[in-house]
Nanobody
Framework: VQLQASGGGLVQAGGSLTLSCVSA????????MAWYRQSPGKQREEVAAITSGGSTRYSDSVKGRFTISKNTAREGVYLQMNSLQPEDTAVYYC?????????????WGEGTQVTVSS
């Protein structure tokens, strides 16, 4: 599976960005997709996730500000980020999961940098 993320950039605090991730080449059904982020010196953390059925979850730090949604035209997801703050600065990674009885499969895309200036 190849995951292509885009949409990162530099934005002022209070601004908005939309990240996009599209997938290609999966031999199996994708059961869920998610966005993670990692800033220097910190562990990678899940920001938002959505299942194939449309269930979503968000980290407390972004709840109410970020929205994850499906790309209905292609297999992928968006992450709409509003009210961005400097602490949202990180490299954002797209993740796709295939749930299997013999072990889940995880796929990662290259990150896209989001920088929020104060």
């Amino acid at each position: 599976v190849q995951l292509q993320a885009s949409g990162g950039g530099l934005v002022q605090a209070g601004g908005s960005l939309t990240l996009s991730c599209v997938s290609a080449g999966s031999p199996f059904n994708i059961n869920a997709m998610a966005w993670y982020r990692q800033s220097p010196g910190k562990q990678r953390e899940e920001v938002a996730a959505i299942t194939s059925g449309g269930s979503t979850r968000y980290s407390d730090s972004v709840k109410g500000r970020f929205t994850i949604s499906k790309n209905t035209a292609r297999e992928g997801v968006y992450l709409q980020m509003n009210s961005l703050q400097p602490e949202d600065t990180a490299v954002y990674y797209c993740n796709a999961q295939t749930w299997r009885v013999d072990g889940d499969l995880n796929y990662w895309g290259e990150g896209t940098q989001v920088t929020v200036s104060s």
